[in-house]
């Protein structure tokens, strides 16, 4: 048995320890509750800091809102010349004077061909133009004509009725232009990249107006360029020759508009289109924000350059009808773009319904 003697040491040992133990754990909680402390302190600055930048930033605010505190303002950072307007409390920036385009670069674009006709030549002019050419009785002959050609039974809605051209502007936008031809040429290099060979458009496009081959850019056989009609409204094909050729805003829109007197004025678009190798579609294809892809052996992701819709699945409207009634197919294809550079509003033309001549 073990002596009274080695009990006692045992139990002083144990309550040794068990008073270090409880010390180590005091130590440990004051240096938790110290540290968490001077977090809440740090914290509690940076608070007190933000409310008082607030508070000065408010006061600055109202200030400022006043027209004395404008003046101030406009005094200390030298905007004492420019106009203030206060009405709704804001205060706009001074504007930016829009840069012209280099030297440098005009010159390097100086290689982009220009139709011989267009007026506005400046390659640093790159305002919209449209220049009314009205009075060229041969282009409008020949639009009419084109008109007339391309229109069926529903268009015109009468035997004795033809499309007379009323004015015709040409759109002279040398932004537009520039951007068309480099999407031609950056076409031009993806059919090399990927061994694409172009086939000619078939059946070939009806819209030739040949009266303008000696007087434009020649057409690309190559790209299968072509000139197509669009029809529009007088406002969305003046937003389209200003701007581009959006997919939001060159939907087709109500194309009869009320005149001043007699039959009611309609806009079409002619256009330049860079088709490229199109994809000739059986089955509708709705939605699509880009071409469908080639498949077989090209690189994954490589699409056809546009689509051409003409078949009765494709139909967006009413198409001719056989003795049954069954439809076969639409009455004018539909040929759709996906990239805005592909495609340039050459003219606007104004028309109306009326009489053959002579009767």
């Not at 409310?51 to 004492?80: D, K």
């Not at 829009?98 to 005009?106: E, G, I, N, T, V």
């Not at 039959?263 to 579609?281: C, E, I, K, N, S």
């Not at 051409?308 to 773009?337: C, F, K, Q, W």
Request: aromatic share 8%; charged share 25%; hydrophobic share 40%.
């Amino acid at each position: 048995m073990l002596s009274s003697a080695v009990l006692r040491r045992a139990a002083i040992a144990s309550l040794h320890r068990a008073a270090t133990c409880e010390q180590l754990r005091r130590a440990h909680w004051w240096k938790r509750s110290e540290r968490r402390r001077q977090e809440l302190a740090e914290r509690a600055k940076w608070l007190f800091a933000e409310a008082g930048l607030l508070a000065l930033l408010w006061r600055a605010y109202l200030v400022v809102r006043t027209p004395a505190g404008a003046a101030v303002v406009a005094s200390t950072f030298g905007l004492g010349g420019y106009h203030y307007s206060l009405d709704d409390g804001s205060m706009p920036s001074p504007p930016l004077e829009p840069k012209p385009l280099p030297q440098s670069a005009a010159e390097a674009e100086g290689s982009i061909p220009l139709p011989r006709a267009w007026r506005h030549r400046d390659f640093t002019d790159v305002r919209c133009h449209r220049v009314d050419i009205s009075s060229d009785e041969s282009l409008r002959r020949a639009l009419e004509d084109e008109l007339n050609a391309a229109a069926h039974g529903s268009c015109l809605a009468d035997d004795a009725a033809v499309f007379i051209v009323a004015s015709v502007e040409r759109v002279e936008n040398l932004a537009l232009w520039k951007a068309y031809w480099h999407g031609k040429r950056e076409m031009t290099d993806a059919h090399h990249a990927h061994q694409i060979r172009v086939k000619a458009l078939a059946p070939p496009a009806k819209v030739s107006l040949s009266c303008l081959d000696d007087d434009h850019v020649p057409l690309e056989p190559s790209l299968n360029e072509c000139r197509l009609f669009h029809g529009t409204d007088a406002a969305t094909a003046a937003l389209l020759s200003e701007l581009d050729f959006d997919e939001r805003a060159a939907e087709y829109a109500p194309a009869e508009e009320r005149g001043a007197a007699g039959p009611p004025l309609q806009t079409l678009l002619v256009v330049r289109a860079a088709l490229g190798d199109p994809a000739y579609l059986s089955h509708a294809f709705k939605n699509a924000r880009r071409p469908p892809e080639r498949g077989d052996a090209f690189t994954r992701g490589t699409t056809y350059d546009s689509v051409v819709a003409t078949t009765v699945d494709t139909r967006v409207g009413y198409g001719p009808l056989m003795d049954s009634g069954e439809a076969t197919g639409e009455e004018h294809r539909e040929i759709v773009l996906y990239d805005h550079r592909h495609v340039y509003p050459e003219y606007i033309v104004r028309f109306r319904r009326g009489k053959y001549r002579g009767k």
